[in-house]
């Protein structure tokens, strides 16, 4: 038996982000939440019966929260058939170990492939096209300058989040929702159909040459760079306003990812407004575009994502990579409190752990919230 909502319930009554002082916080039921979880494998929550021996497992982790994906094609089996019988599945496990949520939507993408949307969607490629390579071959990855690909993943998240509302908008299990996952390109820097080539050659939008103006002094530096090595331009080609280098494909594709994701997470929120956030694969030094997920919410194009999507909360990094209080510190910024919804293997977890109190004294103001993914990894 689920709890409902009342539509008229306050702002307070669910979970949200608050601004206290310098610090950017969590507030479940009135109060902060700090989050000790951990994430499931990729399709470990798609199965009811496989979860029912793992609540357990996890509730005596001393876990308070779990993050798990909820797959495009297991609530959308047939278009505009919705199929919520796992996800009430999933709350009511949770519920019954005490446990709390942060649902990752794999929509249109799961780390830059599109192999967890519908089977609807994955054989009609010419109603939903793939992003394609510049000599014309097609990939496995949806293209983000489809808009009937965007409207079908919208409207999917906001079946989703309604049904969240109804069921579980007086209980607040699910705290905060991850909208898609690792987007990006690979392995070219940007996606060459003819939608994106058009795109490409057009004007940047004015949407992002306001943002620049307007933030120029708390610009990225590496972002800054591009834009004033090009001539600080307020308007021009994607080339012309930031060079002809591969890290304006990067920026391209970023503009196009975040402004399709904020149309995903805008209809989500009218529907339910919970915290919602987007994370990004990290790049190793010295890599380009196309042999990193290109078009990510990665540091230099923190800007980008800010500007292109502003109903996405917060931007996460998953940290596989041995300098975690590098990565953590290039996330934390006024506008963006940090989040880890993923780390590497247990080495990396005892590492993590040993840090705490370091990067708790570096970054001061914020409380830092991390997930162990590897503890998972030893019971599932």
Do not use: C
């Not at 830059?112 to 939903?128: D, G, I």
């Not at 308007?235 to 012309?240: I, L, N, S």
Request: hydrophobic share 40%; no cysteine.
């Amino acid at each position: 038996m689920f709890g409902g909502v009342a539509r008229g319930q306050t702002r307070d009554a669910r979970p949200h982000l608050e601004r206290r002082g310098s610090a950017t916080q969590l507030i479940v039921e009135g109060k902060p939440f700090l989050v000790l979880g951990g994430e499931l494998h990729n399709s470990s929550s798609s199965s009811i019966e496989y979860m029912k021996p793992v609540w357990p497992r996890l509730a005596d982790m001393h876990m308070n929260t779990v993050l798990l994906p909820v797959a495009w094609e297991t609530i959308e089996p047939e278009e505009g058939r919705f199929d919520f019988k796992s996800m009430d599945g999933l709350l009511e496990g949770a519920r019954a170990n005490h446990l709390k949520l942060v649902l990752l939507w794999f929509g249109a993408w799961k780390n830059t492939y599109s192999s967890y949307a519908p089977a609807w969607v994955k054989s009609n490629t010419e109603r939903f096209p793939r992003v394609q390579t510049s000599d014309g071959r097609g990939t496995e990855r949806l293209s983000p300058f489809s808009t009937t690909v965007r409207d079908a993943d919208a409207r999917a998240f906001a079946g989703l989040m309604r049904h969240l509302r109804d069921v579980d908008g007086g209980t607040h299990t699910v705290l905060m929702v991850q909208v898609e996952n690792e987007v990006g390109v690979i392995p070219e820097s940007r996606d060459h159909s003819s939608a994106a080539n058009a795109a490409f050659a057009a004007a940047v939008p004015t949407a992002l040459t306001s943002f620049l103006q307007a933030h120029r002094t708390t610009l990225n530096p590496e972002f800054r760079a591009a834009w004033e090595a090009a001539g600080s331009r307020s308007t021009g080609t994607w080339q012309e306003v930031f060079g002809k280098a591969s890290l304006t494909d990067d920026l391209f594709m970023a503009w196009h990812y975040a402004t399709y994701i904020e149309h995903v997470a805008a209809a989500g929120k009218a529907e339910y407004p919970l915290p919602m956030f987007a994370n990004a694969a990290l790049i190793r030094p010295n890599y380009e575009p196309g042999q990193y997920n290109s078009g990510g919410p990665l540091p230099h194009s923190m800007d980008v994502w800010r500007a292109g999507a502003p109903s996405v909360d917060f931007i996460s990094p998953d940290i596989y990579f041995n300098e975690f209080a590098q990565w953590a510190g290039r996330y934390t910024r006024a506008d963006n409190p940090l989040f880890i919804p993923e780390t590497q293997g247990v080495s990396g977890a005892r590492r993590m752990r040993s840090m705490r109190l370091g990067i708790w004294r570096r970054l001061g103001s914020l409380r830092l919230v991390l997930t162990i993914r590897a503890m998972l990894r030893l019971i599932l």
